[in-house]
């Protein structure tokens, strides 16, 4: 395939704020973007030059989506794989179906992970509630019960703490299947966000630290403050992950730090992450500019951080005591408000993001948190 140059138009599958911060690097470059999700009206769908409403078992729709574009990428892992084989016999798609297959399902993402010699938590596949007290009794406790498909955010996740615990898990658990994790007392969690191209070239964004709130990512800061041999294992491990699945766009490689210092692969998104939102303000090239270069073949831009930057995610509870003070968040010269154009503030729904600029990561994460604490309308503050 030659490059998809700019003025030609990109499809993406999935229609978040990721799409919408992807449509935003994409149309700035003088590209057309059509978006594909089930939603009207979406953070994606704003920005984007022609949006199609359908679901993503209408085949039939998204074959005539991918007739329309030069490439499709997705921005959401759960599209069907159906879904992705009609449009990848129109289109080319990148990351690549068989990418999307390993990382959309818990199981297949770890026993890739494992089976590859990647370090990772030890785990056991749960079938089912049956299959719980024996894969309980290799892992032992504390740890995690996570649905094997369609889970994000925590959701779809249990930890097993006591007997009551394991109880109630497999009464929840019921047939499904599941994967079973040791709990890992890690130190602190990390990710990297790296691009690559089709003929191999690789980049990345170094190591970032994310601090998570109720299993929702809450602040991540760039640069982490980790040992200088942690960032290349971390870069290492990253570059080979994607090399192994052969990944042509953006991948997150998420990780546990354990007090040991050896790292962990928690979780793979083959997609921008929320972690790399500061990329957006903070580096030459964002993320989803580069996911935009992958995917067209054109060459990767320079990953550089201009400035230590943290973000702070706004969740939708943010709203609970009214509209939040847009004023305040403006009046900080450093501090960037991004906003994805969702009307339904509900909570730990994901609204938007800060991203704060400064000397330090120390003092860019202190500037982001106190941006976000002033958007909190004054008289709903609590002091
Ligand atoms: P996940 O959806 O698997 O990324 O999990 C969301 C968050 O839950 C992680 O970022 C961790 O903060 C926490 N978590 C998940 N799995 C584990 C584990 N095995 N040990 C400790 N914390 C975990």
Sequence with gaps: MTAVLPGSTVGVLGSGQLGRMFAIAARRMGYRVHTFSPEADTPAGQISDREYQ???????AVREFARGVSVVTFEFENVPAASVEAAAALAPVRPSGAVLYTTQNRLREKNFLARSGFPVAPFRHVRGAAELPSALEEIGRPAVLKTAGFGYDGKGQSKILTEEDAARAARDLGDSECVLEAFIDFEREVSVVAARGEGGEFAHYGVVENAHRRHVLDLSVAPAAVPEEVVREAVRIARAVLETLDVVGVMCVEFFLTREGRLLVNELAPRPHNSGHFTFDACVTSQFEQQLRAVCRLPLGSTELLRPAAMANLLGDLWEAGEPDWRAAASLPNVKL????????????KMGHLTALATTPEEAALAALAARDALTPPGARVL
């Design 338 to 349: 991004h906003l994805y154009g969702k009307t339904e503030p509900r909570p730990g729904r």
């Design 54 to 60: 359908r679901p993503y078992e209408d085949l039939d």
